[in-house]
């Protein structure tokens, strides 16, 4: 998907580095043969290709993230919307070549008439997907979280229990360090390379960040980041430089920080704090970067 992972570890020493790598990265190529963008051959290629009207069976495994994703989609309003490829690609952040100038209205007007998560018919009996045309999914704000998930239940089902696995920037801690004390992760200060807002103890749990300050381009005076919303077709303001989510999966952590993002600190922080989500908002502000953080995030750090 365009992106690496690590892992950290503690294991018998009979159980050699090399093939415990080898079996990760297994598991990784099966996510990414389904759902990459940048493979054309993936699974999700093949659907975006499909022609309108086809009926698509897809793997359970793509289904689940697709389904999650349309759910928090109609949760948020269609605020987060997996269908935004067309936009994302008219921006250059998807798999084709990067983009140093902004899209004229015109390219813009034609990526909006395909994006819509209500367009796609899903048959979860069947787990069937439905083209209707034009229709192109973008995963790449999930299925690098279900990824961690997926490692995570592999390491598990291997007898490895004490873990901190990362795919591009999205974490997952099991068990403890070889000191027994529990995996501690830093939260980066955006725009300031080497500095961290906080570090929190990650026991059993996920975290992923979305920020705006890794995949960017200034054209002009304007900065565009990756964060784009299909209500204007335009890349989000820069005002919200990260968002970090807690949960018990990274298939759930992961989408809802780009959610956060395309809400905005206010509708973000309400529907978080509505539902007890341990999220937190890094501000751009006149004075410099401000933390927001909802009462399940600050337990955390207390953690």
């Given at each position: 998907?365009?992106?690496?992972?690590?892992?950290?570890?503690?294991a018998p020493d009979e159980r050699p580095v090399a093939a415990i790598g080898q079996g990760v990265q297994s598991q990784l190529d099966s996510?990414?043969?389904?759902?990459?963008?940048?493979?054309?051959d993936s699974e999700l290629s093949r659907f975006n290709r499909a022609s309108g009207g086809t009926w698509c069976t897809?793997?359970?495994?793509?289904?689940e993230v697709v389904e999650h994703a349309f759910v928090l989609a109609r949760d948020t309003d269609g605020a987060y919307d997996p269908t935004v490829g067309p936009l994302v690609n008219a921006w250059g952040f998807g798999p084709d070549a990067p983009r140093t100038r902004a899209p004229?209205?015109?390219?813009?007007?034609?990526a909006r008439a395909r994006v819509g998560w209500q367009r796609i018919a899903i048959d979860p009996d069947t787990c069937r997907l439905l083209q209707p045309g034009g229709a192109?999914?973008?995963?790449?704000?999930?299925?690098?979280?279900y990824a961690v998930d997926v490692v995570g239940d592999w390491l598990i089902d291997q007898g490895l229990q004490n873990w901190l696995v990362e795919v591009g920037g999205e974490m997952k801690a099991h068990g403890c360090k070889p000191d027994g004390t529990p995996w501690r992760i830093g939260i980066e200060m955006p725009d300031l390379p080497d500095r961290y807002f906080c570090s929190l103890a990650l026991r059993d749990r996920a975290i992923a960040t979305s920020g705006d300050y890794r995949r960017r381009f200034a054209d002009r005076d304007t900065i565009y980041s990756h964060h784009i919303d299909v209500r204007s077709g335009q890349p989000?303001?820069?005002?919200?430089?990260?968002?970090?989510?807690l949960a018990r999966r990274a298939?759930?952590?992961?989408?809802?920080?780009?959610?956060?993002?395309?809400?905005?600190?206010e509708r973000g922080l309400a529907y978080a704090q509505a539902r007890d989500l341990a999220v937190l908002f890094v501000m751009r502000t006149p004075d410099g970067l401000e933390p927001r953080l909802t009462p399940a995030f600050a337990a955390a750090l207390q953690a």
């Amino acid at each position: 998907m365009g992106t690496s992972w690590s892992l950290r570890l503690i294991a018998p020493d009979e159980r050699p580095v090399a093939a415990i790598g080898q079996g990760v990265q297994s598991q990784l190529d099966s996510v990414d043969s389904s759902m990459s963008t940048y493979k054309p051959d993936s699974e999700l290629s093949r659907f975006n290709r499909a022609s309108g009207g086809t009926w698509c069976t897809v793997s359970p495994a793509m289904f689940e993230v697709v389904e999650h994703a349309f759910v928090l989609a109609r949760d948020t309003d269609g605020a987060y919307d997996p269908t935004v490829g067309p936009l994302v690609n008219a921006w250059g952040f998807g798999p084709d070549a990067p983009r140093t100038r902004a899209p004229d209205e015109a390219t813009l007007i034609a990526a909006r008439a395909r994006v819509g998560w209500q367009r796609i018919a899903i048959d979860p009996d069947t787990c069937r997907l439905l083209q209707p045309g034009g229709a192109y999914l973008d995963l790449s704000s999930i299925a690098k979280g279900y990824a961690v998930d997926v490692v995570g239940d592999w390491l598990i089902d291997q007898g490895l229990q004490n873990w901190l696995v990362e795919v591009g920037g999205e974490m997952k801690a099991h068990g403890c360090k070889p000191d027994g004390t529990p995996w501690r992760i830093g939260i980066e200060m955006p725009d300031l390379p080497d500095r961290y807002f906080c570090s929190l103890a990650l026991r059993d749990r996920a975290i992923a960040t979305s920020g705006d300050y890794r995949r960017r381009f200034a054209d002009r005076d304007t900065i565009y980041s990756h964060h784009i919303d299909v209500r204007s077709g335009q890349p989000v303001p820069s005002a919200v430089a990260s968002v970090s989510v807690l949960a018990r999966r990274a298939l759930h952590a992961d989408p809802l920080g780009t959610a956060m993002t395309l809400l905005g600190p206010e509708r973000g922080l309400a529907y978080a704090q509505a539902r007890d989500l341990a999220v937190l908002f890094v501000m751009r502000t006149p004075d410099g970067l401000e933390p927001r953080l909802t009462p399940a995030f600050a337990a955390a750090l207390q953690a």
